[in-house]
């Protein structure tokens, strides 16, 4: 029993367990959890922002300083075609220019003197936009080495960036980023597509192509080298040297006339520095990457199975503290694995670890609170029965030992050593039967021992005890008599039964007060044997016959009668009765007696099947 208890107990815990690891999963993928990865995300971002990573990108920004003394937003074209002349003095290795070139401008001169510079221009990239009447592309009389797109993140749960699409599709038309169409020219190779990646050169960017993301890339939200101003670059000529061999992004940073504001976890940034981040991101060649589904569920799992551990191998304070330890290492992982260029959730594995750790530790709470009301339980049986042997055995003790006394110092005659002989005999044997009686209702209380199946006369267990009783009863002049016929037969255990009538009998005598008289009576009702024993005692209230089988319970009378007692002689005659399918009823009244009735199934003889002749 014990060991299928501790596999019972071992299944419940696995399966405790593994909802705390469904429920954490499950929960995982709501949009709760989703913010929550992301603020988590942000705030990793935050804490490793790092220098630029390789200063090959700067942008020439049109800020607030160059539309003042430039002209102002109607003049964008003449501030390029300038910003190119000066370019072309040291020039940049590629050139990216993040302002929409589609329409035409009133000023024919500007446009002119634009196309000049840009047919100047080496490895030239202009933008196209993609609004809600379609792409919306450079003039064709703008000469460009590429076209790129400036999408941000538009599947941004919050409206912050925090991965780019590489490629943008739409109208049967398809566009790289501004960014790695940068990166190709600087590079001087081509792009090369697989279903998982994109190639230029020697680089391998983890960009897939999925139905929603587009080939998305995290960026490397790192520290861009300082923007140099258009209007300062004008100032000052010689700064041009600065930007030889350079990544140049053209576009506007001011904040008041950007019209693509792009929120990033790092802050507003215009969409201009936003591509220069991307290029410096693919530049570098160490990417962001997502954790693989099946890694998290497996770090997930073994949080899980660590938390279990914790509590089924260790106790106390010990598996509480490693149980914190495992929650501090959980919530710094995803931080950890973020500087090896890992994003890890971060939801999930904290809530699996926390109900982990929760349910591990309820239910080991549980289950050692259980063991020990078992334990508890195993030494107060104990105790009882201690208690039992000590006031059962008692009486024939005291007898075999006074006789035993008085044959040793006297010198007795022989029919009064033979009739002592007998007594000693008698209560020996009385002994021996106490205690395979004791043996048999600790076995009765542990369901270790089945009822000895026996018919037997009702009345013959009320004569056998009332001969064992009435020695008792003519102490304190006791009158115990036979209330009509002694009538029943009963299926069951003899001894048992017998014990369980005379306990009560004795009883009767204890608390009952000399010159008084006890009632037996033993019928059969219908399918049922009651056996009746009616004393004129000191009575019990309805509280106390609410507790009179309980085990150690005495009534505050019966300790103030003087008798001596254990309690635990009607709690073993409940259970007897019980065990035989029977009840007890008791009433009872203060000062005026109680009756004790056992109520059992009677063995008829109709129900048994008819005999058979051959």
């Avoid at 703008?142 to 925090?162: E, Q």
């Avoid at 005379?502 to 204890?510: D, F, G, I």
Wanted: aromatic letters at 6%; a neutral charge; one cysteine or more.
């Amino acid at each position: 029993m014990k060991r299928l208890w501790q596999n019972k107990a071992t299944l419940g815990y696995i399966g405790v367990l593994a909802v705390c690891l469904a429920i954490g999963m499950l929960a995982g993928y709501t949009p709760l959890a989703a913010r929550i990865d992301d603020l988590a995300y942000d705030w990793t971002v935050k804490l490793n922002q790092l220098p630029a990573p390789t200063g090959q990108a700067i942008v020439l920004a049109i800020d607030d300083a160059t539309y003042q003394n430039m002209g102002g937003i109607a003049h964008d074209r003449r501030m390029l075609a300038q910003a190119l002349e000066l370019l072309a003095k040291a020039p940049p290795k590629v050139v990216v220019i993040d302002l929409l070139l589609a329409d035409e401008e009133g000023d024919s001169a500007e446009d002119q003197r634009l196309e000049k510079a840009m047919r100047a221009t080496k490895s030239l990239v202009l933008v196209a936009d993609q609004g809600e009447q379609g792409w919306q592309e450079p003039l064709s009389r703008f000469p460009r080495a590429a076209v790129g797109h400036d999408r941000s993140d538009i599947n941004s749960n919050d409206g912050v960036t925090r991965t780019i699409p590489l490629e943008a599709r739409a109208e049967k038309k398809h566009y790289w980023t501004l960014a790695i169409e940068a990166l190709r020219l600087a590079r001087g190779r081509p792009i090369v597509e697989s279903p998982t990646d994109l190639q230029i050169g020697d680089e391998l960017i983890p960009a897939p192509l999925t139905e929603t993301s587009d080939r998305a890339l995290r960026v490397d939200w790192g520290e861009l080298a300082q923007p140099i101003s258009l209007w300062d670059l004008v100032q000052k000529p010689e700064r041009v040297s600065q930007l030889a061999g350079k990544v140049v992004f053209i576009g506007v940073t001011s904040m008041s006339a950007v019209r693509d504001r792009v929120k990033t976890p790092i802050g507003e940034k215009s969409g201009v520095e936003v591509h220069a981040q991307l290029f410096e991101t693919l530049a570098r060649g160490k990417f962001l990457t997502d954790a693989r589904d099946g890694t998290v569920l497996g770090f997930c799992a073994l949080a899980c199975v660590l938390a279990g551990a914790l509590f089924a191998w260790r106790s106390g304070w010990t598996a509480y503290l490693l149980a914190a330890a495992l929650l501090v290492g959980v919530h710094v992982w995803p931080f950890a694995l973020f500087r090896s260029g890992i994003v890890f959730p971060y939801f999930a594995p904290v809530a699996v670890a926390w109900l982990s750790v929760s349910g591990a530790a309820s239910y080991q709470h549980f289950v050692v609170r259980r063991q020990l009301r078992r334990s508890e339980t195993e030494r107060s049986r104990y105790q009882q029965a201690i208690h039992w042997v000590t006031h059962e055995m008692r009486t024939p003790l005291t007898a075999i030992q006074g006789s035993s006394e008085l044959m040793g110092r006297y010198n007795l005659p022989e029919e009064k050593r033979n009739q002592i002989a007998q007594m000693i005999n008698s209560e020996s044997k009385r002994l021996a039967r106490m205690i395979q009686t004791f043996l048999d209702v600790e076995r009765l209380s542990d369901g270790q021992m089945e009822l000895k199946k026996e018919r037997f006369a009702a009345g013959d267990i009320v004569q056998a005890c009332l001969e064992r009783v009435r020695p008792l009863a003519d102490r304190k002049d006791m009158r115990i008599g036979i209330d009509g016929e002694l009538a029943g037969e009963v299926i069951g255990d003899r001894e048992l039964m017998e014990y369980a009538v005379y306990n009560l009998m004795t009883n009767a005598v204890k608390y009952s007060p000399a010159s008084t008289e006890i009632s037996v009576a033993c019928r059969q009702e219908g399918d049922q044997l009651r056996l009746s024993i009616r004393d004129q005692g000191i009575g019990m209230d309805e509280r106390e016959l609410r507790k009179i089988f309980q085990k150690f319970y005495r009534t505050k009378r019966a300790e103030a009668s003087g008798e001596t007692g254990t309690g635990i002689g009607l709690s073993i005659v409940e259970q007897i009765v019980r065990r035989h399918g029977g009840k007890m009823e008791v009433t009872s009244a203060v000062g005026k007696g109680s009756c004790f009735t056992v109520v059992l199934p009677a063995y008829s003889r109709a129900s048994r099947g008819p005999s058979v002749s051959v």
